[in-house]
């Protein structure tokens, strides 16, 4: 959950920054998995929405 908390902090700033391109990386497979399948898990929903929608709407590629 920290980690996902992490990427959608450093994506809100990276839009802030008008950032268009940004490559995310993680060692926490449950969490790529869920953000490259889109299958959100229960747990991390809210979350892995906002990522969603801030990753679609505010990066040119991502």
Avoid: P
């Avoid at 959950?1 to 450093?10: D, H, K, Q, T």
């Avoid at 449950?30 to 399948?37: E, F, M, N, Q, R």
């Avoid at 929405?49 to 679609?56: E, N, R």
């Amino acid at each position: 959950m920290a980690e996902a908390l992490a990427i959608g902090s450093a994506l809100l700033h990276a839009t802030n920054l008008n950032i268009k391109y940004i490559w995310l990386r993680s060692d926490s497979q449950v969490l790529t998995g869920a953000l490259s399948s889109g299958c959100h898990l229960t747990k991390f929903y809210g979350i892995l929405s906002d990522i969603a929608s801030i990753s679609l709407s505010s990066f040119t590629s991502c």
